[in-house]
């Protein structure tokens, strides 16, 4: 699991480590230029932001060229609340222009330089030493959930009976992203026989979950309780929807913290290719 995208609560909002991480190397980086900038009334303030920018833009474009048939419509190529990104081609065009500033602005680079190393120190220091805090290899928790009826149910036996990959889904109907992913994770239920899908609601009852499921048109399987939250504390995850991706052997792969679009579902489920 990448320890960055575990999420954290700030008040009733939710956001990745990543996330948090990110804004801390920008602010580092923001506050050193303006130190190094001030003796010679250079602002390099701009310059970052820019770089920020075209980074994102370049990430979310070249996800969407990528897995453009997991789209339905052109807005939901826009609607980044999906974290689909291409980190590496964000990197590379804001290298791209952080040296065209370098080039065309001698002045600049002093500052520019300095708060662009700082920025990168300040997200490589934090995100190794949450890389090496994180132990290795996180296996499928054996914390008893129940089904609808009230049968106790651990993952590790419907893992072990099914003996393939497992998507599990933390979930509660209360929670708008996970209302707006359900018929799109139900419809992969339905066509990736492949791989097992799990659904563990997080703290309702089971007449909530049945009047959402009624009302919504909704058909699931492996639909499990997790009355008291205890597997998702478990598996850090403070905030839903949380997706999480299991091989064979009960072993965390890979995590997605917000709502999936069905490209960052199509994403994570390339591991699991024959």
């Known amino acids: ?32 230029g303006a130190w190094m900038g001030r003796r010679r009334q250079i602002s390099v303030g701009d310059v970052l932001f820019n770089a920020l920018l075209f980074s994102v833009m370049a990430a979310r474009i070249v996800f969407v060229a990528r897995y453009w048939q997991s789209y339905d419509t052109f807005w939901s190529w826009l609607d980044i609340r999906d974290r689909g990104f291409e980190p590496l081609a964000g ?7 952080l040296a065209w ?29 949450l890389t090496l805090m ?7 928790p054996s914390i008893p959930l129940a089904d609808l009826d009230g049968s106790p149910v651990v993952l ?18 209360w929670c708008p992203p996970c209302r707006r992913e359900m018929p799109m ?18 703290g309702e009852s089971v007449e909530v979950i049945k009047t959402f499921l009624q009302r ?45 679009s069905r490209a960052t579902l199509d994403r994570s489920l390339e591991r699991f290719a024959p």
Do not use: C
């Open 156 to 173: 590790p036996t419907v893992l072990q009976e099914a003996d393939q990959p497992m998507v599990v889904n933390l979930w509660a109907s």
């Open 185 to 202: 994770l139900e419809q992969a239920q339905r066509e990736r026989g492949d791989v097992s899908f799990v659904f563990v609601n997080q």
């Open 1 to 32: 699991m990448n320890p960055l995208d575990r999420s954290i609560a700030l008040g009733p909002l939710g956001v990745s480590l990543g996330q948090l991480l990110l804004v801390v190397a920008m602010i580092v980086a923001l506050i050193v």
């Open 101 to 129: 500033r370098f080039w065309r602005q001698p002045a600049m680079r002093r500052p520019l330089g300095a708060a662009v190393l700082s920025g990168a120190l300040a997200w490589s220091m934090t995100a190794g030493a």
């Open 91 to 97: 990197l590379v065009i804001a290298f791209i222009y």
């Open 216 to 260: 919504e048109s909704l058909t699931l399987d492996h639909l499990y309780r997790d009355p008291n939250m205890t597997f998702g504390r478990k598996v850090g995850a403070v905030a839903m929807p949380t997706t999480l991706y299991y091989d064979a052997d009960g072993q965390l792969v890979d995590t997605h913290f917000g709502e999936l």
């Open 134 to 140: 994180t132990p290795r290899g996180a296996s499928l």
